[in-house]
């Protein structure tokens, strides 16, 4: 089986996305020192939204409850209102608070620390459950796979998948068990500066040189990130 240039890649994104943005959810996670409720309600407002939306709505939202107690005390509504307009706010609103009154009757107002339990909060799939166990349990045998990672593993040629869920069960055959909390901070830093859904910055890009670009029709001419 041909050997797939893991290392040098995550070796050059490591020092490519220095000084780039980093995504919402992990601005959020440092600023509060990996607080695990705030993890998991940022993640679940992050779904299919832009990263300052995010970051503004999670924001107003901790402003106006920090704990599942005081979350849970909201009223739908109020919640809709302080997390307008995230993407689908009205579903994520009730998910919202129907995790946090989840966490109050079953795990004592506080975020469990597994797969099994994270699967079971309402609105809470694989992608936020493992974002959750790596940014707040400090977990190093997850990998977090969202819509950036799933498109740039595919570009690479590292994984031939057609959905999120089977790119993070390739994943976990073709890379080293060192590289997987990291890859979710790397891809996604690079997929929102550089390897774009659409017009990926190939010119400019720090891997060029070690990506096939599979799938990619057209890139960008623009040199500059
Ligand atoms: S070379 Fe193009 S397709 Fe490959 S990772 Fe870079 S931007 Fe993405």
Not at 14 to 35: C, F, H, T, W
Not at 142 to 158: E, F, K, M, S, Y
Not at 181 to 188: E, T
Not at 189 to 201: A, E, F, K
């Amino acid at each position: 089986m041909k050997r797939l240039p893991v290392e040098p890649v995550m070796r050059a994104l490591a020092r490519a996305i220095d000084g780039l943005e980093l995504p919402a959810v992990e601005k959020i996670s440092e600023s509060q020192e990996e607080d695990p409720f705030q993890v998991l309600i940022a993640t679940l407002l992050s779904a299919r939204t832009q990263d300052a939306t995010t970051l503004a709505a999670s924001t107003r939202l901790f402003k106006a409850a920090r704990t599942p107690r005081t979350m849970a005390a909201l009223t739908v509504r109020q919640i809709e209102r302080l997390i307008y307009p995230v993407s689908f706010y009205r579903h994520k609103a009730r998910h919202v608070r129907a995790t946090c009154v989840l966490l109050m009757e079953r795990y004592g107002g506080r975020v469990p620390g597994t797969m099994e339990e994270l699967l079971t909060l309402p609105g809470v799939g694989r992608k936020t459950a493992n974002l959750v166990l790596i940014l707040a349990f400090k977990s190093r045998q997850n990998i977090c796979v969202d819509t950036h990672v799933h498109r740039i593993a595919n570009r690479l040629g590292w994984v031939r998948t057609k959905t999120p869920d089977e790119t993070e069960q390739a994943l976990y055959a073709v890379t080293d068990r060192r590289w997987w909390p990291l890859i979710n901070l790397y891809f996604v830093t690079w997929g929102q500066n550089v390897c774009r859904p659409v017009y990926p910055r190939c010119e400019a890009c720090a891997i060029a040189g070690l990506c096939p670009r599979i799938g990619v029709t057209r890139a960008s001419r623009r040199r500059t990130a």
